[in-house]
């Protein structure tokens, strides 16, 4: 199931059981009283046996919350239960409190205008409300894995230096941890940022104005960054954005001074009003992903070249306009190079000397875009264009074993070529793993994946130097040995009408089986159950890697045996269980299903042999040393002898069929 549904269920189950811990009942039902303990005020609710923190009359710095008041526990610290007013100059405020294991939400201004520091939340909270913590003297602040979310403004204009979100947090609410302040004289200072994965949505300016931020680590599951979301972080010098953000908000990065190094992940489809605007970007690529760029996005930055993806449509006004010499008044067009991977965009602004445009205005930008792309013209859009012949040749690349490969090693080795140069990466993706190794000198690549039994879909991949992409494919099967399949029939009778139903011609298989070992010069029809029993079966479906084995007339089990090459090696099989005369060996493929039937004839023995070879002989056949098993009474000699006389012919024919669904 989806990580991301996961967490956002937990999320919702989470907020169920806060709302019904806090649930107050109407006058109709049970009645609600409050309780002042050392000058808090805790309100008991009848109906849902919990109790919570409504007020506080600050007779003193330094508070302990109580975890139950008699029978009820204290789930939550209500909306303004400790907030000092702002126009309030004699409550005493807050510098430290206890808060219990037992507390589930800290609500909307629960500690607002405080003087707090150090605070411990307790691992028991998962929601945390807008402003519950705003305007205290924090410098250091970690969340429990227990919160999902924290609401807007909630650790606004603090004192934060460091920052530890925890590992469950989905949430962030909007300028929720922002460092600008409205006059209070404070200001969160915090200088790195790393984002779980965990987290979904980074709201509006929650990060905004931290000025000594020097690092952010963007987990892999943010899909929104909000406005002004890191915005006006002048220290920030390099920003990796992962492949899981769809948007990037206005102005989530503007006013970066010092940003330089942006890599946009596969994922970005918008970058709204600027995004990036005045940073110290030189270059960008926009990624294939990306449809809409907004005004303004890269504006007012030191831009040389940017390389635009092939799916943008829309370029807003201005979006790549040049840095303003404000002391002259003028603009200094640092901007070069254009290219463009796409069709023109539809929506673009012009460039001239009076209007910027979308890509700003410089006699000497020059726009480049593939000749077999459509919408450009020399000039377009003011610019002046240059048509370039594009590479579309895909590299080429190999997996070795063909179509179809089936193995019993669990850390199977893939292998291929590639007509790439050294050093070039191969990315290999099988199942739900994709791993990379690198071509060698000689063009060949090899990667070893651990892997379990199962069917499996092999795509290798090489991009070359002009973005084109090769791709090779394979179907491999990774087998283990089963319990043996079960026969397709109970009586001889019934698999004669099996072997009828099916079109299996026993003769001709009879005729493919190649003697080997002690049974050589023993032809099917005279088995010497002295000796044991070996041989090699063609065997066409390609998915088994193991073959069980039955004997009739009643069926019993001889072995499981491999499949090598193509061939079920049998090895060993002692035929003693065995009466004389005529039996059938019935053979089915554990993965497939595949039957395939022998015809075999055995004679008198003078004793009984005994087998070790390769394959696993059931123990009832391989220690039975008396002859039990009653013969097929079908005469094997006929048609075997004119399967062998087709084989002298050339005309091998093994035919394996499924069996039907219908069981005997």
């Known amino acids: 199931m989806n990580q991301l549904f996961l967490r956002a269920s937990g999320c919702a189950a989470a907020l169920a059981l806060i709302a019904a811990s806090l649930l107050v009942a109407g006058p109709a039902s049970a009645a609600t009283t409050t309780q002042i303990i050392s000058g808090v ?20 710095a330094s508070v302990t919350i109580e975890s139950s008041v008699g029978s009820y526990p204290v789930t939550s610290i209500g909306v303004d239960a400790f907030r000092v007013a702002y126009e309030d100059t004699t409550s005493t405020k807050l510098s430290s409190v206890s808060i219990p294991g037992s507390i589930l939400a800290i609500e909307d201004g629960a500690f607002q205008n405080n003087a707090l520091n150090p605070i411990a939340i307790p691992g028991s909270v998962i929601t945390i409300g807008a402003f519950a913590f705003a305007d205290n003297d924090l410098t250091t602040l970690t969340l429990p894995d227990s919160v999902l979310s924290v609401g807007a403004f909630s650790f606004f204009a603090n004192k934060l230096t460091t920052l530890d979100l925890g590992e469950s947090i989905v949430d962030i609410g909007g300028t929720a941890f922002s460092g600008h302040l409205q006059g209070n004289g404070t200001d969160n200072n915090i200088g790195s940022v790393v984002i779980p994965n965990s987290v979904i949505t980074i709201g509006d300016g929650a990060f905004q104005h931290l000025n000594n931020l020097t690092e952010v680590v963007l987990g892999d599951s943010v899909e929104t960054l909000g406005e002004y979301a890191f915005g006006f972080s002048y220290n920030l010098e390099s920003i990796s954005i992962p492949d899981s953000v769809t948007t990037i908000g206005p102005y989530a990065f503007a006013v970066s001074g010092r940003l330089s ?8 489809s918008t970058i709204a009003a600027g995004a990036f605007q005045q940073t110290a970007l030189t270059s960008v690529s926009i990624p294939n992903s990306v449809t809409e760029i907004g005004d303004f996005a890269f504006a007012y930055g030191h831009l040389t070249s940017v390389s635009i993806g092939a799916s943008v449509s829309s370029i807003g006004n201005q979006a790549f306009s040049n840095q303003s010499d404000f002391m002259s008044h003028e603009f200094v067009n640092d901007l070069t190079s254009v290219s463009f991977a796409g069709n023109a965009p539809t929506v673009f602004t012009a460039g001239s000397e009076q209007d910027q445009g979308s890509l700003g205005f410089s006699t000497g930008l020059t726009v480049s875009y593939f000749s077999d792309r459509t919408g450009f013209t020399n000039p377009w859009q003011g610019y002046a264009t240059t048509p370039v012949v594009r590479d579309v040749t895909a590299p080429t690349v190999t997996i070795d074993g063909g179509a179809f490969v089936t193995t019993l090693d669990l850390t199977p080795a893939i292998t291929g070529t590639t007509g ?15 791993l990379t190794t690198t071509a060698t000198g000689t063009g060949t690549w090899a990667i070893s994946p651990t892997v379990t039994a199962g069917s499996y879909t092999i795509s290798a991949s090489v991009t070359d130097e002009a973005g084109n992409t090769g791709t090779a494919t394979q179907s491999l099967r990774v087998n283990s040995q089963n319990p043996a399949a079960l026969p397709p029939a109970s009586t001889t009778a019934e698999l004669e009408t099996f072997i009828v139903d099916n079109s299996l011609d026993s003769a001709a298989t009879s005729a493919a089986f190649i003697a080997t070992g ?15 029993f070996s041989g090699n079966l063609p065997w066409s479906d390609p998915t088994d890697s193991f073959v069980d084995v039955y004997a009739y007339s009643s069926p019993t089990l001889l072995g499981t045996f491999p499949v090598v090459n193509g061939m079920v090696i049998i090895n060993g099989v002692n035929l003693a269980a065995l009466s004389t ?3 059938h060996l019935v053979l089915i493929g554990q993965t497939s299903g595949a039957v395939s039937v022998l015809n075999i004839t055995v004679q008198p023995a003078p004793g009984t042999g005994t087998g070790t070879g390769t394959g696993t002989t059931a123990a009832a056949a391989s220690t039975s040393a008396t002859s039990t098993l009653a013969g097929t009474g079908v005469n094997a000699s006929a048609p075997i002898g004119s399967a062998l006389a087709l084989v002298l012919l050339g005309a091998v024919l093994l035919l394996n069929r ?7």
């Open 261 to 268: 190094e942006l890599a946009l992940g596969s994922g970005v």
């Open 420 to 434: 790439e140069a050294a050093g070039t990466t191969v990315t290999v993706a099988l199942g739900d793993q994709t």
């Open 41 to 60: 005020t805790y309100t008991l609710d009848d109906a849902a046996n919990t109790a919570s923190v409504t007020d506080y009359d600050h007779s003193a």
């Open 518 to 532: 002690a049974t050589v010069g023993n032809p099917l029809d005279s088995l010497d159950t002295s000796e044991p």
């Open 581 to 583: 005369g005529a039996h």
């Open 658 to 664: 499924r069996r039907t669904a219908t069981q005997y």
